[in-house]
């Protein structure tokens, strides 16, 4: 038997979808967490049972890590606070923004990355986590600012077959990367822009929104930029513009096709000031040929429609033909399975949507 679940990290707590392997009729459990912000989840599926991970904040107990290993019908919160500096830090976690498992090569290996900027390590499957104190004291940290969702790392990227590298992505703060499995990190941000600093080319203090890769190709990524859709080809030593052709270069979101490392989509907002779609419809944009052309795809999404999308709420799964998974903020879910030709609404009406992922599991 064939089962499709869709995690959705909602202001509110965590619901989760479940389907069969068409994915075309889904329910939707009670919610898990309630009250508890749910700003990143996770699939661990290195091995056949995979582990699901949500990161928690509650308003009155502050941030928790939880794990379920049996598809979300049951979860155990990590003990002590798993993700927490330790006290001579003088720092506290305010939220846990992703969650990411590492290569097949690492089985244990998952990494955490939190609002105020910080990465931190498991390897114990995440039982427990780790700083990663050489970024937590790298000689910029002083001056990575907040964006207006707060200062995080919310992008964590491991290399697929070297463990050696890793690529993080924060606002404010740009890219960053290491060689060397964490003992040292440098800015990977030349040719991204920050229009809002007297410098608009700086080393660091872009504010990325989201960076992807597709592991078939690890040199290629992709950046959504507060104003700026970027593409490298070597991995971040240089970023170019792919832009043209869009409505918009402001948006938070950017996937990269499961299949296809030359198939982006990306959902534009108007800009900083004005962040609803262009001209109030729900459309997804998809290139596949590296960001050299879009196309604007908005067959089932709604017209009259003025919510955003935000970084993590738009995610692909891993079905024979890939299903797309857009949530919004003013609590809709669509999900394609025909890499976004037409979309179809699985769920209505739940709170502010933050995170979403989602598995097929045989």
Not at 118 to 138: C, I, M, N, Q, Y
């Amino acid at each position: 038997m064939t089962e499709s679940v869709v995690l959705v990290g909602t202001r509110k707590g965590l619901w989760i979808g479940r389907s069969d392997e068409e994915r075309r009729q889904w329910t939707f459990d009670p919610p898990q967490f309630l009250m508890q912000s749910v700003y990143g989840v996770g699939i661990d599926a290195r091995t056949p049972g995979p582990r699901l991970f949500a990161g928690g904040t509650s308003e009155h107990w502050g941030p928790g890590v939880y794990y379920s290993d049996d598809l979300g019908r049951t979860w155990t919160e990590t003990q002590g606070a798993a993700v927490h500096f330790d006290p001579d830090i003088g720092s506290s976690v305010e939220r846990v923004w992703q969650i990411q498992p590492a290569p097949e090569d690492q089985p244990d290996v998952i990494y955490a990355g939190t609002q105020p900027s910080a990465l931190f390590k498991s390897t114990d499957r995440g039982e427990s986590f780790e700083l990663v104190k050489p970024l937590w004291d790298h000689p910029h940290r002083p001056e990575w600012g907040a964006g207006f969702g707060g200062q995080a790392i919310h992008t964590i990227i491991p290399h697929p077959s070297d463990a050696g590298q890793l690529t993080v992505a924060m606002s404010t703060g740009g890219v960053y990367r290491t060689a060397d499995a964490g003992q040292s990190w440098s800015p990977a941000n030349v040719g991204i822009k920050a229009y809002f600093l007297p410098d608009p080319w700086p080393e660091f203090g872009q504010c990325v929104h989201k960076v992807a890769m597709h592991p078939a190709n690890p040199r290629r990524m992709y950046a959504q930029n507060h104003h700026g859709v970027y593409r490298s080809d070597d991995a971040g030593d240089q970023w170019v513009s792919i832009a043209d052709g869009l409505p918009s270069d402001f948006g938070f979101p950017i996937v990269v096709h499961p299949q296809d490392p030359d198939t982006v989509f990306v959902f534009p907002l108007i800009a900083d000031g004005a962040r609803i779609p262009p001209d109030g419809a729900a459309t997804v944009w998809r290139s596949t040929d590296a960001g050299r052309t879009w196309t604007g795809l908005s067959d089932g999404l709604p017209t009259g429609f003025y919510a955003a999308v935000m970084r993590d709420a738009f995610s692909a799964d891993n079905g024979r033909r890939s299903g797309l998974y857009l949530g919004a903020r003013d609590g809709t879910v669509y999900a394609s399975t025909d890499d976004g030709d037409h979309w179809e609404q699985i769920a209505a009406h739940l709170p502010d949507i933050y995170s979403i992922r989602a598995i097929v599991v045989s």
